[in-house]
């Protein structure tokens, strides 16, 4: 369960008296999610999410406020901050950085449909569109450095089968870096448990902690990753079309990013399994 801070009624009433969403009425943890703690938050005005940052550090976290705020008032589904009174997005919990964002009606799907395919690719598309607007940046923290270096010190604890195919598919992507390629603001996480869905339409984007600059097609490739997967760790046709065809029915690929598209998926695969690894041999 990711409540991994523990918040009393009372350091909530205390939170919300910077509020003005009405008196507090109930607190319930979130079970999805690992990196922070989530919870359900109920008051006099309505539902709400509220957040405890467990890794990000208090100047950090303005950057994905300002930046859903953004997304959200641009026509992008997402749960925008809730503002305190003095107009801060951001509070302190427990002495860690917290904050209350919409609540959106909706759930994630294991299985997707074609059609949920479709229509979230088109709210990626959305997305990287609205963010073209978006002043501030923020450079990729988990990319080619990064699993360049992470790789160096997982080596020595892989099968040399394992070890070999790490090896080798960092320098096919160091020899083919999609720098060249149209960027900007990315979600970098759209797995399947961060969309969640009404039916076949999307409710929302959540989970943007990850967000940051990069290439358009790297980010279509992380969520086809998830998205088309089938129960045997192969890409369903199918699904991969109809998140491509629903995302480029807003924003067309360029030739080079379609010439790109396998390698991105690689380079998908590696920014994940490489933190997967991490999470295994050095669990934090």
């Not at 609205?130 to 892989?158: C, E, V, Y």
């Not at 089968?161 to 999609?178: K, R, T």
């Not at 998926?265 to 997967?276: N, P």
């Amino acid at each position: 369960m990711s409540v991994y801070t523990s918040v009393s009624d009372d350091e909530m009433r205390q939170l919300l008296t910077r509020y003005n969403l009405g008196e507090f009425q109930s607190l319930q943890g979130i079970a999805q999610g690992v990196t922070n703690s989530n919870y359900f938050l109920h008051t006099q005005s309505g539902s709400y999410v509220l957040t405890v940052f467990e890794t990000l550090k208090a100047h950090e976290v303005p950057f994905f406020m300002e930046l859903t705020r953004h997304l959200s008032a641009n026509g992008v589904a997402c749960p925008a901050p809730i503002a305190q009174r003095n107009g801060a997005l951001t509070a302190t919990l427990a002495n860690k950085p917290a904050c209350i964002v919409e609540k959106l009606n909706g759930s994630d799907v294991a299985y997707p449909t074609a059609a949920q395919c479709h229509n979230t690719g088109i709210m990626l598309a959305k997305m990287h569109q609205a963010g073209a607007s978006f002043p501030q940046t923020m450079p990729n923290p988990r990319h080619a450095k990064w699993w360049t270096d992470s790789a160096a010190q997982l080596i020595p604890h892989l099968e040399p089968q394992d070890a070999q195919l790490l090896q080798d598919e960092i320098a096919h992507l160091a020899q083919h870096p999609d720098t060249h390629l149209p960027s900007g603001i990315i979600h970098a996480d759209l797995f399947k448990d961060n969309v969640l869905l009404n039916g076949d339409q999307v409710a929302g984007f959540i989970d943007f902690y990850y967000a940051c600059n990069g290439s358009f097609v790297y980010d279509i490739a992380i969520a086809i990753n998830d998205w088309a997967r089938t129960a045997n760790n192969h890409i369903d046709p199918t699904l991969q079309h109809a998140f491509l065809n629903g995302y480029q029915s807003i924003r067309r690929l360029t030739p080079a990013e379609q010439d790109y598209l396998p390698t991105a998926y690689r380079a998908g695969c590696i920014r994940f399994w490489v933190s997967r690894l991490l999470d295994y041999h050095f669990p934090a």
